[in-house]
């Protein structure tokens, strides 16, 4: 058990840059979270893959984000166009079936938009 | 939907004393499951101790364990012979146990300061 692997763990860019983060789970948990977490706040559900499947996108999922699963393994999050509110924590998540033991969090990818 | 509340947005204990942290949650669900996770300063989130709702007797993990009120919907966190190492940001969790959304609703957490 190697753990839930984000990359890379800070990233600056210029507001209305693009940016992509990239979650390794767990390789034996078929689901796989996307979490964003703000100074002071809790972790906000952002979007959620079972295997390579997108099952939910949160409203806070604007059309400017986009995550994708290829092959139920590593995740990828993107961000175009970003904006300094986009400053956050993105924290990545694996877990198994079925539900109710929690997940395994990564360390994060801290994003900062100039 | 389900929310979350923690109402204690800062907590201190000195060490070796007892610590409560308070959690409540909204649900029309009957089955469900709550967790503590605690997060360190600049590290990861770990899971701390899980509940499951149909049952009634209060989890426990070492020196951390829950008292689970399901009628009035509170779940607290009580961490005995406390630590320097317990200082960190600990956030309440909730999931639902079938159908609905696949996810955990966390609370806006509570910073846990432990004094020596």
């Known amino acids: 058990d190697t753990g839930v692997s984000q990359n890379p763990r800070h990233k600056i860019t210029k507001r209305g840059q693009n940016v992509t983060f990239r979650c390794d789970p767990i390789?034996?948990?078929?689901?796989l979270y996307w979490y964003r977490q703000t100074l002071g706040q809790g972790p906000e559900f952002l979007t959620y893959f079972q295997n390579e499947a997108q099952l939910e996108k949160s409203r806070l999922l604007s059309d400017r984000f986009s995550a994708e699963r290829p092959k139920g393994s590593f995740s990828t999050l993107e961000i175009q166009r970003t904006e300094q509110g986009d400053s956050a924590m993105y924290l990545c998540a694996s877990s198994r079936a079925p539900r109710g033991y929690g997940y395994t969090f990564g360390s994060g990818t801290r994003l900062t938009v100039v | 939907a389900q929310t979350v509340t923690q109402s204690q947005p800062e907590m201190s204990v000195q060490e070796a004393e007892t610590v409560t942290l308070s959690c409540t949650y909204d649900t029309s669900e009957s089955d469900y499951y709550l967790f503590w996770y605690k997060q360190p300063p600049s590290r990861q989130m770990i899971l701390v101790i899980r509940q499951e709702a149909y049952k009634q007797q209060n989890a426990t993990e070492n020196r951390f364990s829950v008292n689970f009120q399901k009628a009035a919907k509170s779940f607290s966190l009580k961490i005995s012979d406390s630590q320097l190492g317990d200082a960190a940001m600990y956030f309440c969790a909730y999931e639902g146990a079938q159908g609905g959304s696949e996810k955990l609703v966390f609370g806006k957490g509570t910073k846990l300061t432990v004094n020596p």
């Open positions: 390789s034996e948990h078929n689901r």
